[in-house]
């Protein structure tokens, strides 16, 4: 049994590793001072942080990026909180072909939904468009907020709102005092987590993008193709953290449990 048990932990020790291998020498050759990628670096620098920081054109693809991460996070978690509100408080008919609709973004495969939404982007007139861009990127994040908003008001005590109410309190005052506080974590949880998903997303925006404008993993990308500079991976490893600090926030606040729970 302890030989067993020794055999599984190695495995799975050797597994972690092999998954963060390739994080951890990203991270390092970060710090390479040549101009080439290099692992492991023979001295450590910041140079290409400080290239990064102090780029044009880094920075205003980060800042299209941060925009449209923004306005989608607002708009979906929005969108779901009102459909969250009615299947969760009303009987819906066909509930299950709604959230399965819902949900179709995570069940095709990702050439698929590209194609799908740049065909529907341009049927719009909005390709190249950054609100045909915030449209796709919606569509992407609707399985992803829509299912701990969905959680969180199923899990809330509805005898606090009926006794709010008991006590004079109208539906309107009922929802802002009682409600909304009481579901905050969720809300907050689903609007970083949907602001995540829209950050990084890269598979379907490099369909959409414009002439004027692009994003930072398509940026990312397009490096890669051209020149795999050390900026590359300087700019992962900030997203990298930056991403790891968000979904430690979501955590600390709800549980990433919020994402996965699937009761009724």
């Not at 069940?107 to 950054?130: C, E, K, Y």
């Not at 992803?144 to 005898?159: E, H, K, T």
């Not at 969720?186 to 994003?215: K, N, Q």
Request: net charge neutral; proline share 5%.
């Amino acid at each position: 049994m302890r030989l067993g048990n020794m055999l599984l932990t190695s495995f799975a020790f050797a597994a972690f590793l092999f998954i963060l291998a390739p994080i951890l020498i990203v991270v390092a050759a970060s710090f390479t001072p040549r101009g080439y990628l290099e692992f492991p670096p023979q001295n450590l620098s910041l140079r290409w942080y400080e290239e990064v920081l102090f780029s044009a054109v880094w920075l205003k693809a980060f800042a299209v990026s941060l925009a449209l991460a923004f306005v989608t996070a607002v708009l979906t978690t929005f969108i779901c909180f009102l459909a969250a509100l009615v299947t969760t408080r009303q009987h819906v008919p066909a509930k299950g072909l709604f959230e399965l609709l819902i949900s179709m973004p995570l069940l095709l495969p990702n050439a698929a939904l590209a194609i799908a939404l740049f065909s529907f982007v341009l049927l719009l007139g909005m390709r190249g468009t950054f609100l045909g861009l915030t449209l796709a990127h919606i569509i992407i994040a609707l399985p992803f907020v829509y299912r701990p908003i969905v959680n969180g008001l199923r899990q809330l005590d509805l005898s606090v709102e009926e006794a709010a109410m008991t006590l004079g309190a109208d539906p309107a005052t009922t929802f802002r005092k009682i409600t909304l506080p009481l579901i905050r974590p969720a809300l907050i949880s689903a609007f970083l987590f949907s602001f995540i998903i829209s950050f990084d997303e890269v598979s379907v925006t490099v369909f959409l993008i414009g002439l004027d404008f692009t994003t930072l993993p398509v940026k990312i990308l397009s490096d890669i193709q051209n020149s795999a500079s050390p900026a590359i991976a300087a700019v992962s490893t900030m997203l990298m953290f930056v991403t790891l600090g968000m979904v430690f926030v979501i955590d600390r606040l709800v549980g990433l449990r919020m994402f996965v729970d699937y009761r009724n």
